[in-house]
């Protein structure tokens, strides 16, 4: 068994900054590939972020690119979302999520076996 935890969540202004680490446990997620959803209140989870197990491809919505980045430290099995120019709209449960295939990263939330609890982030207006 694996398991996932967030952290790095919080209250943060507009155009503020936050990192989350997804850090995994009880089993080495260095050859899954690992991704990053969201869900606000009343809304559907959403991709967020990708990335293969090697780091070497990534994948975002539109909703976030050129303003998150996805990484990994396979050494340490953690996986991490900088995000920075935070709006409003990005307030949310952010999860991430562990993924057997070893292709491009997927971003369908059916596609991932392991999920964390999730860390809130709340952006200010």
């Known amino acids: 068994q694996g398991q996932l935890v967030e952290s790095g969540g919080g209250l943060v202004q507009t155009g503020g900054s936050l990192r989350l680490s997804c850090a995994a446990s009880?089993?080495?997620?260095?050859?899954?590939?690992m991704g990053w959803f969201r869900q606000a209140p009343g809304k559907a989870r959403e991709f967020v972020a990708a990335?293969?197990?090697?780091?070497?491809?990534?994948s975002y919505s539109d909703s976030v690119k050129g303003r998150f980045t996805i990484s990994r430290d396979n050494a340490k099995n953690t996986m991490y979302l900088q995000m920075n120019s935070l709006k409003p709209e990005d307030t949310a449960l952010y999860y991430c999520a562990a993924d057997k295939w070893v292709g491009t990263p997927r971003t369908q939330s059916r596609s991932y076996d392991y999920w964390g609890q999730g860390t809130q982030v709340t952006v200010s207006s």
């Open positions: 990335i293969s197990w090697s780091g070497g491809s990534t």
């Open positions: 009880g089993r080495t997620f260095g050859t899954y590939a």
